[in-house]
């Protein structure tokens, strides 16, 4: 198995069952699907990797030096049941995901784009959140982190607009669950004192 791809050099598949012969071929069988967006070096993703090998994991980043230190920790622990893809994230989730496919997306700590006019670059908007309840599989889950209380509220406010979730935490939101595996991003926060707010989204049962 190869644990590296470029959304650049590699064709997407064309249907749902060419998706399931690709991710056939990266992990070798058919266990639950979990997507990181925007992974970093894989400091997190590699943890979860490692503590729970009946689950695959993709994570995709689209910055040359954090996916080479990502596939070093990879290759280095001979992990098989993890890769990462090198590319927009948008793009792989539009093209290389069909309906029903992953059981998780993780995203941790986006960019909050903070200025006003600055907002339309937001990842968690209500078209990526919509795309993304297409690619869960029923009962599957969308885990959010972030810092900064302005995009806390933006993010739950968004995932209301798209009916086929539901927020598991009455308030909206928690905090980082200490079970979970660290970030260096979480780390450096903490070591400022910031606050790191978790959320959690289902996807309905149809």
Not at 47 to 56: H, T, W
Not at 125 to 152: K, N, Q
Not at 164 to 178: D, M, R
Request: net charge positive; charged share 25%.
């Amino acid at each position: 198995m190869d644990s590296l791809y470029l959304l650049t050099d590699t064709i997407p598949p064309e249907n749902r069952a060419q998706m399931q012969v690709f991710f056939h071929t990266i992990f070798g069988n058919d266990n639950p699907l979990v997507v990181e967006i925007g992974s970093g070096n894989g400091h997190f993703l590699v943890e979860c990797a490692m503590n729970n090998p009946l689950k695959n994991y993709i994570g995709t980043e689209i910055l040359h030096g954090r996916t080479r230190k990502f596939h070093a920790k990879i290759k280095t622990r001979s992990l098989r049941n993890i890769a990462v893809l090198r590319g927009d994230a948008r793009q792989f989730v539009w093209e290389y995901l069909y309906e029903s496919c992953v059981h998780e997306f993780i995203i941790l700590f986006p960019d909050p784009w903070p200025k006003k006019r600055h907002h339309k670059h937001r990842l968690l908007a209500e078209p990526f959140i919509r795309m993304m309840g297409t690619r869960l599989v029923d009962i599957g889950t969308v885990s959010v982190s972030t810092d900064h209380e302005g995009y806390r509220d933006w993010i739950i406010d968004e995932f209301r607009k798209v009916s086929c979730f539901t927020n598991t935490h009455t308030q909206g939101y928690t905090l980082y669950p200490p079970d979970y595996p660290k970030t260096l991003f979480e780390q450096r926060l903490r070591a400022r004192g910031k606050n790191i707010y978790f959320m959690e989204f289902k996807k309905e049962g149809t």
